[in-house]
């Protein structure tokens, strides 16, 4: 079965400072991968998704995230935060291939951006 | 752009009660889920329907639980009787196939069981 670690839990930055997101998985087939974002009393809502192709994928909201293979990471960045992207995050991962194909979810990181 | 509705938004219930979670999932879409979030943790898989029938299901998932597609719209999870570790956001999900998966998510049930 699929896993998720995100090795951050709580990140603080002010604003413009620039952002990264740690994301890494386990599992021994093609996955796909995504990062959602949900900000206070929201749903999840998709920033990005890699499928395939060009590892380097760019999001809503000037979000990007960089898949390395070699690595199993997922990491998502941004290069100047604003205080409006305050909110939890979430790195996700599901199976290319098999049937109903389940989201597992890391445990997700709460981004706190001071004004 | 396509929702998924989740209602209530929240539901307060007495512990041992029976509670009754609605989903309208996105009309062309074939898969349906049921996740959930307690305060704190991660999001966690909970149950997928398929072709009327339940495709797999978590350790979470356990006899308490049901789903349900009772008409060509909704889609349900029924707690028989709830206890306390069961409040929680309790998300809808549904998605298409083909390469895109379409992956929705529904704004959630916050559910508290007191």
């Known amino acids: 079965a699929q896993s998720v670690s995100q090795h951050n839990h709580h990140v603080i930055l002010s604003e413009a400072a620039s952002l990264e997101l740690g994301c890494n998985y386990s599992?021994?087939?093609?996955?796909?991968l995504f990062w959602y974002v949900q900000y206070p009393g929201q749903h999840l809502q998709l920033l990005l998704k890699?499928?395939?192709?060009?590892?380097l994928v760019k999001g809503i909201k000037g979000f990007e995230a960089e898949f390395i293979k070699s690595k199993f990471s997922f990491n998502l960045r941004k290069p100047s935060v604003q205080w409006s992207d305050t909110a939890e995050y979430f790195c996700a991962v599901i199976p290319a291939s098999g049937s109903a194909r389940q989201l597992t979810f890391g445990s997700g990181t709460q981004l706190t951006v001071l004004p | 752009e396509p929702e998924v509705t989740q209602t209530p938004s929240h539901q307060v219930t007495q512990m041992g009660q029976e509670v009754i979670l609605r989903c309208v999932p996105i009309s062309n879409h074939l898969y349906f889920y049921w996740y959930r979030q307690i305060l704190g943790q991660k999001v966690e898989f909970l149950v997928s329907?398929?072709?009327?029938?339940?495709?797999?299901k978590s350790e979470i998932f356990d006899d308490q639980f049901s789903v349900e597609r009772p008409d060509g719209s909704n889609f349900t999870l029924k707690i028989r009787s709830t206890k306390l570790e069961d409040s929680a956001m309790y998300f809808c999900?549904?998605?298409?196939?083909?390469?895109?998966?379409?992956?929705?998510f529904g704004s959630g049930t916050r559910l508290t069981v007191v």
């Open positions: 890699y499928f395939s192709g060009d590892p």
């Open positions: 599992y021994g087939g093609t996955v796909n």
């Open positions: 999900a549904s998605r298409g196939t083909g390469a895109f998966y379409g992956y929705t």
């Open positions: 329907f398929y072709n009327n029938e339940i495709s797999e």
